[in-house]
């Protein structure tokens, strides 16, 4: 009995790790809000302002939302195919996993800077090209919107890998013999049956990647340059550089709100195209 009446006890103090977690999340919140809508006098919007007043700040939300929206298509359409793999070989598919998380086991910096070597005007790809008579002078591949792309579709992909393997894992395999018996080939039952049926995993990964190509600091840096801004290299600037919290702080709920619309069309676009039996 006493083990019995103490269980809720302890299952409140196991909560309470998680609940600090929770306490300092909302005041970080809080406290982000608080420098961008407060002022000198006050409440005021003297920070959005001289956001949206300024017309190469609009070019940076644009590159931002591009870019986010080239990098989460990418991956999905390269993440699709060895999505598919995995799911095709279950024999090999813990060591074709293994391959694909490998680059997380390896720092974000190093990576980027991996891609530095082969895209550079010296790197790699150039070098080769110019071996091989392709080309005569060196082809601009960082320091543009280009390799920001290449080097976030790179790290964001295994996200989009393993939100469609997820849903593919679940998919009854009877479905695909009953279409195959009503006469459909392989290219046919993938289309009508496994593709609309994997449509909430692919969603789910272009979301994760759109998101995380929104808020993205270092791969930005590294291989657009200090010219390419986007969002999250900006708030970088704000805080690192030009110590201007409350500028930082309006930059953010700027790329919140934005974030959130772009989310909110992916959900419409699933809405419209996933079946309604998988919603």
């Known amino acids: 009995m006493r083990g019995a009446t103490s269980t809720p006890r302890s299952l409140g103090w196991l909560l309470l790790p998680a609940l600090l977690v929770l306490a300092l999340f909302l005041g970080s919140v809080a406290l982000l809000f608080f420098h961008a809508f407060w002022g000198k006098d006050g409440f005021s919007l003297i920070y959005f302002r001289q956001i949206l007043d300024r017309a190469d700040y609009h070019e940076v939300f644009l590159r931002t939302v591009s870019i986010a929206a080239i990098v989460s298509v990418a991956a999905a359409i390269l993440a699709y195919p060895i999505a598919w793999l995995l799911w095709?070989?279950?024999?090999?598919?813990?060591?074709?996993?293994?391959?694909?998380?490998?680059?997380?086991?390896?720092?974000?910096?190093?990576?980027?800077?991996?891609?530095?070597?082969?895209?550079?005007?010296?790197?790699?790809?150039?070098?080769?090209?110019?071996?091989?008579?392709?080309?005569?002078?060196?082809?601009?591949?960082?320091?543009?919107?280009?390799?920001?792309?290449?080097?976030?579709?790179?790290?964001?992909?295994?996200?989009?890998?393993?939100?469609?393997?997820?849903?593919?894992?679940?998919?009854?395999?009877?479905?695909?013999?009953?279409?195959?018996?009503?006469?459909?080939?392989?290219?046919?039952?993938?289309?009508?049956?496994?593709?609309?049926?994997?449509?909430?995993?692919?969603?789910?990964?272009?979301?994760?990647?759109?998101?995380?190509?929104?808020?993205?600091?270092?791969?930005?840096?590294?291989?657009?340059g200090v010219r390419q801004k986007m969002a999250g290299t900006q708030i970088y600037q704000e805080v690192v550089y030009n110590f201007n919290m409350s500028k930082a702080s309006a930059w953010a709920i700027c790329l919140l709100l934005l974030s959130a619309l772009g989310l909110a069309l992916l959900r419409a676009a699933e809405a419209a195209l996933v079946p309604k039996a998988d919603r």
């Open 88 to 224: 095709r070989l279950p024999r090999w598919r813990n060591l074709l996993l293994v391959i694909v998380l490998v680059p997380w086991l390896v720092s974000l910096v190093v990576r980027t800077y991996g891609w530095l070597v082969i895209l550079g005007p010296k790197g790699f790809l150039n070098e080769t090209l110019k071996w091989a008579g392709v080309i005569q002078s060196p082809v601009p591949l960082i320091f543009n919107d280009l390799g920001v792309v290449i080097g976030l579709t790179h790290v964001l992909m295994p996200f989009a890998v393993i939100s469609t393997l997820s849903v593919l894992l679940q998919i009854d395999h009877r479905l695909e013999e009953a279409s195959e018996s009503l006469g459909a080939g392989g290219f046919d039952t993938w289309r009508r049956v496994v593709l609309p049926l994997s449509l909430p995993g692919v969603f789910t990964g272009l979301s994760i990647t759109f998101l995380t190509s929104m808020g993205a600091i270092v791969t930005p840096i590294l291989l657009g």
